[in-house]
């Protein structure tokens, strides 16, 4: 287990880098793919099932800022930084979740800028929405009723949490460097948000259009600076 934590650490590290600058290289590019498929796809059903929901629950939580601290937002963000620990074969430590102060997760090992900065590129429960919908369907021979708009809400509540938890003070952006944070952050979550928007919309043929569009802008913009 520890050869493999600290091979994973070495690969996460050398990478680190190379994926910041490509956030940099990609960050104009995903940004204007967002605005094309948000264009392209926007219907009136979309607008109602989905952008109603998602704004819906953007603007509750900008007004009641208690609810971006709530149990539910410091729990979805610290099971995010166990979540990658885990996956990079950390063995967990403790969990603390106090709505009054915030909350802690603690491992063994050093650890990696991927599981420090986790809770702004993946967005879980968003996630596990996703993750038990064949299980639903299994069952009722159907996807849920208001499935599209279940995932407005779930993406809404992770942007806005995402965005009120992005300051100068906070401790993810510190482990990971703030230089390597201000170079990865706006490209992540350009390319984060158009990818969800897509699959949402789409499904996995969605999700293939939007990078077939992403490459064909990178190449676009970036594509002169290296010839």
Request: charged share 10%.
């Amino acid at each position: 287990m520890k050869k493999i934590n600290h091979c994973l650490n070495w690969i996460i590290d050398k990478l680190k880098w190379p994926i910041g600058i490509l956030m940099v290289l990609i960050a104009v590019p995903a940004l204007y793919a967002d605005i094309y498929v948000i264009e392209k796809l926007t219907n009136m059903d979309v607008i109602l099932q989905f952008f109603l929901p998602f704004l819906a629950t953007c603007v509750l939580f900008l007004f009641i800022p208690a609810l971006a601290g709530s149990f539910f937002a410091i729990m979805e963000h610290e099971l995010t930084h166990m979540l990658f620990a885990v996956l990079t074969f950390h063995k967990p430590r403790g969990l603390d979740v106090n709505q009054d102060v915030g909350g802690s997760f603690s491992f063994e090992g050093k650890g990696n800028w991927m599981i420090a900065l986790a809770p702004y590129f993946f967005p879980t429960f968003w996630f596990v929405l996703v993750l038990l919908t064949p299980l639903y369907v299994a069952f009722a021979g159907k996807v849920p009723e208001f499935y599209l708009s279940m995932l407005g809400i779930f993406l809404g509540y992770n942007f806005i949490v995402s965005c009120l938890s992005i300051h100068p003070k906070q401790t993810d952006f510190r482990v990971a460097g703030y230089i390597f944070t201000i170079c990865f952050l706006p490209g992540i979550l350009f390319l984060k948000y158009g990818m969800v928007f897509c699959y949402s919309i789409k499904g996995w043929a969605g999700v293939e259009a939007y990078f077939t569009l992403l490459m064909h802008k990178t190449m676009q913009i970036a594509g002169p600076l290296f010839s």
